[in-house]
């Protein structure tokens, strides 16, 4: 228990909280270089890349997520919002290497109201490893792991692909780790993902997925990428 206590405090040394154009936080890594969210509107860009351009993408009730990368659990808090306006039944599975602790979390100013401020720090303060129901029509699962070895065992309507860029995490975007993600999609599944590079569209493209290159986000990315199965 200290260890993790000790491992944590080492990990948000190099975690520091920033604010983007739309007034929403960020938080920086100074050891991968490189902030959570687009530093031209961490909710803004969200909301985009993963609500309007994958999530809106599934016209139907029960939907069930998976995302690389909870980190700031901005995505995870949009959705569940998403759920709740629009009675969703939404199954939310992440994965998350690096945890941030609560130092962090708790200074992010996500939640406009104090109910959605409180179901923020819920995703937060969730239990690790067990599906945990949220807000009635909503449940979480997050999984602390390294995505490049972790199998995959149930399948998924959307993905959201929120790793760190290919310069500073190549592991995270190669045709293993697509061709697995693929497989374990649903027929008719979306994967969204704020890059756009070349070289990754034609790796989905390769494991089988069908990919379009679409606006991004309004002052942000010029393109982002959306696969569908």
Known sequence: ?????????YKNMFQHLRFTDDGSHTV????????????????SESEHIFIRSGLHEMHRTDISVFEVGFGTGLNALLTLE?????QLSVHYTAVERYPIGPD????????ATPQERDIFLQLHRAEWEREVPLGGCFSLKKTEADFTQM????????????AFSPERQPEMWGEELFAKLYDAMNEGGVLVTYCA??????????VGFRVERIAGPAGGKREILRARK
Not at 1 to 9: C, D
Not at 82 to 86: D, G, M, N
């Open 104 to 111: 962090l979390y708790e200074q992010l100013n996500y939640g």
């Open 151 to 162: 199998p995959l065992f149930e399948s998924y309507d959307v993905v959201y692909y929120d």
């Open 82 to 86: 998403e759920a709740l306006q629009k």
């Open 197 to 206: 590079k070349g070289v990754v569209r034609r790796t989905l493209q390769a």
């Open 1 to 9: 228990m200290l260890y993790k206590k000790y491992a944590l405090f």
């Open 28 to 43: 920086y890594n100074s050891l991968v270089n490189e902030c959570y969210h687009s530093v031209h509107g961490a909710r």
